[in-house]
């Protein structure tokens, strides 16, 4: 059988291992042969190419980003989605002469949408969720988030430090697009005084009364982390705004911070290395089984996988029941809402 593999969408730490897991037990397990499409879906489309073998994908577990190159496939969905059959028709084709047997998407909510397309067009596909947002349905944890969450609550860590000399008030923005978890997990493990995430909004009154009561009490400093997608009035980034906003209400000197790409960036965490090479290889068994249109997933304890149609496009956000958003409540941490 001869396999395509290819990454879409935002970058992750996690996609080398995966691609490894994915090539190496296709390889020597199955005997399958495998090919490297380059910089996402437009890859399959212009055969950009790579042949992958045992060796090629030797040295690359511990290697942050992609081998493969990525990229955002705003024209390949509109493709997928035009009513003239000749865009699904030139998309089939190159799948075909190429020689596919079975194509692995490997990438996030947008990505698995379109793979689950591909899958509707009559084509073999398996999907891999990847995300430092941790935001797909159908799988509890993406690989990428462990060490999204890693590098920001070390940020945060650090923060703690410079508040605490200066007796300031440090706001850091953290990714996750539209999801708080991100913020949510780096928020408590970081020890963060007040945590803003775009699934529960907030009220501007109970985030300066906050910080206010934590000044009564003599606590010298306050650490807000507040996630990229929270919602602000202003044309500011989150960060901005809060920083502006409280530094202006409560006349507490303020710093803001935008974490921004440092959380994509570098090595994976053994987390994400090991959850890459098991996601991986339970995508190469289902090829072998000729069990195709599914996602692989991470549920409970166990590698599965689940149906594309049932998951593609789908969104898992922070609820109030979450249960470090329950237990930060319940120690006194703020999440800016009454
Ligand atoms: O989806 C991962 C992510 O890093 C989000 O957290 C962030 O909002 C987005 O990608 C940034 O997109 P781009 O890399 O296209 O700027």
């Not at 596919?100 to 998407?105: A, F, N, S, T, V």
């Not at 200066?166 to 999801?179: D, K, N, Q, Y």
Request: proline letters at 3%; glycine letters at 14%; hydrophobic letters at 40%.
């Amino acid at each position: 059988m001869k396999v395509g593999i290819l990454t879409s969408g935002g970058d992750a730490p996690g996609i080398n291992a995966t691609i490894r897991g994915v090539g190496k037990t296709a390889i020597n397990n199955y005997g399958m042969q495998v090919i490297g499409i380059q910089n996402g879906f437009s890859g399959l489309l212009y055969k950009d190419i790579v042949e992958l073998s045992d060796q090629s994908l030797s040295g690359i577990l511990n290697v942050g980003g992609t081998i493969l190159g990525t990229a955002r496939e705003k024209v390949f969905r509109k493709m997928i989605n035009s009513p003239d059959e000749k865009d699904q028709e030139q998309i089939k084709n190159a799948y075909h002469e190429l020689e596919l047997d079975c194509l692995i998407c490997i990438g996030g909510n947008g990505t698995q949408r379109t793979t689950w397309m591909l899958s509707e067009l009559g084509l073999n596909v398996v999907g891999i969720p990847k995300t430092i947002d941790n935001d797909i349905y159908g799988t509890d944890v993406s690989f990428g988030f462990d060490t999204a969450v890693n590098i920001a609550t070390d940020a945060i860590d650090r923060l703690h430090s410079t508040a605490s000399s200066h007796r300031r008030v440090m706001v850091i923005e953290l990714m996750g697009h539209h999801a708080g978890w991100i913020t949510l997990y780096a928020g408590m493990a970081g020890g963060a005084d007040i945590i803003l995430l775009p699934e529960l909004g907030f009220n501007m009154k109970v985030v300066i009364g906050k910080i206010r009561k934590r000044m009564e009490l003599g606590k010298a400093y306050s650490i807000v982390a507040v996630a990229e997608g929270v919602e602000v009035p202003a044309s500011e980034r989150p960060a901005a705004y809060f920083a502006r906003e409280i530094q202006e209400q409560t006349g507490f000197e303020t710093r803001e911070t935008v974490l921004g790409y440092i959380q994509r960036g570098g090595s994976p965490s053994p987390y994400d290395r090991n959850l890459g090479t098991l996601l991986g290889g339970h995508a190469a068994e289902l090829i072998h089984e000729g069990r195709f249109g599914r996602m692989v997933a991470k549920l409970g304890s166990q590698i599965s996988d689940v149906p594309l149609s049932e998951v593609a496009g789908k969104l898992s956000l922070v609820t109030p029941n979450t249960d470090l958003v329950v237990q930060g409540k319940r120690m006194g941490i703020s999440f800016g809402i009454w």
